[in-house]
Each structure stands twice: as structure tokens, then as C-alpha cells.
């Protein structure tokens, strides 16, 4: 198993950009499909972006495409998320998951709630003021 730690978080003003970073621990990270999932206060967590293992596949929470961007280096240990054009409904704590028993299109359409993959990191903030 890894073990995930996410970072990058922090307040930025509407319109304007961050990138998280999940740092992964393990051997086995290469064979892992990886995530990023938000929770709003007061919300269930929801997907935000899934990416295969070798990074052949993204997927996309429609509320994000065209403004977020899923990446990986295998080689690092490390999945980011580069976030664009943010706004105020951006603002929740983002979660990068990873799981080697599905892919990353399961990972996209699964039912909430949504915490049952193998691997998770503790969270970071994102706050989007207006």
C-alpha cells in the first residue's frame, strides 16, 4: 500500500491558479490509478479527476474541464493538479486517492460516498475568494 501527502493548497483570489502535488510513498505507486476528489463544507465528497496508471487516460468532472488538469511522473512518485481559472465554488478540502484495483474511469463514476479506495492522503485547502 502508499501511503499519500498532498500539498499546494492555500487562498487565491477568483480567476487565478494553483497546483497541488501528491507525494506518494511505496513501491507501487506506478500501478496505481490516481485521483483527486474534493469536499465542500457541508458537502459529500466528489470526484474531481482521475488518472490511469501510465497516464494514458483522464477523466474529468465536468465542473472542472477545460480549467483543471490531472498529471503524474512515475519516476517521482507524484500526481498533481494544476487548477485554472479558479472559482469561489472550488473552495474544499482536495484529496488525492489512489487505488491499483480499478481503473481510473471506475475511479470517476463511482457512488458516493466516496471512501472505499486503497489509498488516501490526509487533505489540503483551497480556499477561492471572490
Known amino acids: 500500500q502508499v501511503q499519500l501527502q498532498e500539498s499546494g493548497g492555500g487562498l487565491v483570489q477568483a480567476g487565478g491558479s494553483l497546483r497541488l502535488s501528491c507525494a506518494a510513498s511505496?513501491?507501487?505507486?506506478?500501478?496505481?490509478?490516481m485521483g483527486w476528489f474534493r469536499q465542500a463544507p457541508g458537502k459529500e465528497r466528489e470526484f474531481v479527476t482521475a488518472i490511469g496508471w501510465n497516464a494514458g487516460n483522464t477523466y474529468y468532472a465536468d465542473s472542472v474541464k477545460g480549467r483543471f488538469t490531472i498529471s503524474r511522473d512515475n519516476a517521482k512518485n507524484t500526481v498533481y493538479l494544476q487548477m485554472n481559472s479558479l472559482k469561489p465554488e472550488d473552495t474544499a478540502v482536495y484529496y488525492c486517492?489512489?487505488?491499483?484495483?480499478?481503473?481510473?474511469?471506475?475511479?470517476?463514476?463511482?457512488?458516493?460516498?466516496?471512501?472505499?479506495?486503497?489509498?488516501w492522503g490526509q487533505g489540503t485547502l483551497v480556499t477561492v475568494s471572490s
Open positions: 486517492a489512489g487505488d491499483p484495483r480499478i481503473t481510473a474511469m471506475a475511479m470517476s463514476v463511482l457512488s458516493a460516498p466516496i471512501n472505499n479506495l486503497d489509498a
Open positions: 511505496g513501491r507501487t505507486f506506478s500501478s496505481y490509478a
